[in-house]
């Protein structure tokens, strides 16, 4: 299985334990119902607040946590499946995860060179010798970070926030990996930086390297991604092509988000919103309803009772609430 | 115009180490009037929190105010003794920290950190402290029976809203909020900042706003400070600075960001990396990042200048025309 050219999420469920109870033990579910497929040179983006269960999603496609109910399929395999058995090997040379902080990313007593050569050295099993440090050389090239032959010889603490980013995106392509999961990766640089990063992540979809972009910004979203998600207490309310859903926003909270973005020279509004209004359920497996509802503006009887199923609202955009209508 | 609240003339902040001083604000004058809103942005480590330190005169080693005058309503707050200090801090200048999580004490409830707070500064009972808590709560729109909450039973917008409230309950003239939204996501961000834009209304406070959101920053600020390296390179009104930058620096910063409205295009931000405050060229601090880079930038550092087209606008590069 060497050329991967889909990584694809099937109606996903995942939940935690909030106790450690042996009887009648309470779950939260994290993650409920999201489905959807990265492809080979394409960025998917992923948004939504804090705690709606992006990086759950992303952590189950590194095989970090076992799903409860759903597949996650790598070409159609699941990679869960038992009776396939993928080793972890394999799974970690197609599938490579950024995290959001460079600092904590980089094991501090060690160099640059031990970072790269053992991802290298195990999943480039052919490459002997000189060729591994050549190899590693390209790589540290490849993300611009030149003089290779320096920068390999250095320990993170000499490198700055977006040098120690560009590191720990050299080693996740070092392995030859098709996807990268990339959870909030600009979110803690400098913002002269971001751009850089960004810049080099596009650069390498033309590789053939598929992106999942987990954000809470839903502008750097538009600019990378060619397709966006948005998620809300677990559960994916729309997605489909970026500039369609930031640009015609058809859920209510989509079209929130979006108004909320900071823009200059915007005026506030006359008075401020009611507060009380702002509550985010704590969605358990026995939970009903669309979990927007408690905030929701056009919000309807039925909505506390089940979950909208998906409209097609063109081609490449989709969403679930009841508030859609077309034409 | 009328007298400005605070006044801050040729302000040195250096960090003292090993293998020299780094100057983190370097050489920074900014009038602040009452009830104004003035930004100041830029990226880390380019001192705009170290000047809001030096504001109240917070710092301690290895951070040493090497020269300048801060003046708020005419009195020198560096010369201040220790019970002047204690004064002036809280009610007439008081601090939105970065990190709301943090700034709050988890071990006792809101309701006593409000109260200490009335309690520390001015003479009342027990009672209308209790009684001024409460109203203070409810005006960043928490319920008053909070008051009995740890700060581990708020989310982060609450804890935050919290803080402004803790901020707000002496009625200083001065907030001097550093980073206030950026551990929140957009929503909460949004809420907060139309809050504190009627709180403004009602009690005309002035607010010294650091972000590195220059969007945010264009949204509710008057004027705009952008600082690098520890200087200001360019102070103006704020919607004048963000239609037609003039320092190459905030040009580069403006076109690093995203829109999502405007076209979808290519931007190449800013390249290279911030300057080492230890290892300081000649010249102009930006030099080694800018393509208009010449002969006279690396051998003269630039003044802020006004700027010929519009008197209210300075600029420290060689390569903008002024006066």
């Not at chain 2, 607010?207 to 945010?216: C, K, T, V």
């Not at chain 2, 009104?237 to 999502?260: A, C, E, N, W």
């Amino acid at each position: 299985m060497n050329q991967v050219n889909s990584f694809e999420v099937d109606n996903l469920v995942i939940d935690f334990a909030l106790d450690n109870a042996i009887f009648n033990r309470k779950y939260m579910r994290a993650v409920n119902g999201v489905s959807f497929h990265i492809k080979a040179g394409e960025a998917l983006a992923i948004v939504g607040e804090s705690g709606s269960g992006k990086s759950t999603c992303a952590r189950a496609m590194a095989r970090m946590y076992e799903p409860n109910a759903g597949a996650i399929c790598l070409d159609k395999k699941d990679i869960n499946d038992k009776h396939e058995h993928l080793s972890q090997e394999e799974l970690a040379k197609q599938v490579q995860m950024i995290f959001q902080d460079p600092f904590g990313a980089l094991n501090p007593v060690h160099t640059i060179r031990h970072h790269l050569y053992r991802p290298i050295s195990i999943h480039m099993p052919h490459l002997k010798g000189e060729a591994i440090e050549d190899y590693m050389l390209e790589v540290l090239e490849r993300v611009g970070l030149s003089p290779a032959q320096q920068t390999a010889s250095k320990y993170p603490h000499e490198l700055s926030g977006g040098q120690r980013q560009r590191v720990a995106i050299a080693r996740a392509v070092s392995t030859g990996a098709k996807f990268i999961l990339a959870d909030e990766p600009i979110s803690m640089l400098d913002v002269s930086i971001r751009l850089g990063i960004l810049n080099l992540m596009t650069d390498m979809k033309s590789d053939g390297i598929g992106f999942l972009y987990i954000t809470h910004d839903i502008a750097t979203a538009r600019y990378f991604a060619e397709r966006t998600g948005v998620m809300y207490v677990g559960h994916l309310v729309e997605w489909g092509d970026s500039d369609s859903v930031t640009q015609h926003p058809q859920h209510p909270y989509t079209q929130l988000l979006i108004s909320a973005v900071p823009e200059v020279g915007r005026k506030r509004s006359a008075e401020p919103r009611d507060y009380s209004k702002n509550q985010i359920p704590l969605w358990t497996p026995d939970s009903k309803g669309c979990p927007f509802a408690l905030r929701c503006p056009k919000v309807e009887a039925k909505c506390h009772s089940e979950m909208p199923g998906i409209s097609q609202i063109s081609d490449d955009h989709f969403v679930r609430c009841f508030a859609y209508k077309s034409e | 115009m009328n007298q400005p609240l605070l006044s801050i003339t040729n302000l040195c902040v250096d960090y003292v180490t090993d293998t020299g001083n780094a100057r983190a604000v370097n050489d920074v004058s900014l009038d602040i009037y009452p009830g104004e809103t003035v930004g100041l942005s830029g990226e880390s480590g380019c001192g705009k929190s170290t000047l809001a330190f030096a504001i109240a005169n917070l710092h301690s080693a290895p951070a040493l105010i090497t020269s300048g005058n801060i003046n708020f309503e005419g009195q020198d707050v560096l010369s201040f003794s220790k019970e002047q200090l204690r004064q002036f801090r809280w009610s007439k200048a008081s601090m939105v920290f970065q990190s709301a999580m943090n700034a709050l004490n988890p071990v006792i409830t809101i309701g006593e950190q409000l109260i200490d707070v009335v309690l520390a500064h001015e003479s009342c009972s027990l009672k209308q402290a209790i009684k001024r808590g409460e109203e203070n709560l409810q005006l960043v729109g928490i319920h008053a029976s909070r008051m009995q909450s740890y700060p581990h039973q708020l989310s982060g917008g609450m804890r935050q809203r919290v803080v402004i409230a803790i901020a707000l309950i002496l009625r200083p003239k001065l907030i001097i909020m550093d980073e206030p939204t950026t551990a929140l996501d957009v929503v909460v961000e949004r809420d907060i900042m139309d809050q504190l834009y009627h709180l403004k209304k009602e009690f005309g406070f002035a607010i010294l706003f650091i972000s590195h959101d220059l969007a945010l920053m264009g949204e509710i600020t008057d004027r705009v400070g952008i600082m690098y390296a520890g200087k200001i390179v360019e102070l103006g009104q704020t919607d004048k600075v963000m239609t037609s930058p003039q320092h190459p620096y905030t040009k580069g910063l403006l076109r690093s960001f995203p829109t999502i409205f405007g076209p979808k295009k290519r931007l190449e931000g800013i390249s290279g990396h911030p300057l080492n405050l230890l290892e300081v060229p000649q010249g102009c601090y930006f030099q080694a990042r800018c393509d208009l880079c010449e002969t006279i930038c690396k051998n003269t550092m630039p003044q802020l200048r006004t700027l010929s087209a519009d008197n209210h606008r300075f600029v420290a590069c060689h390569k903008v025309e002024g006066e």
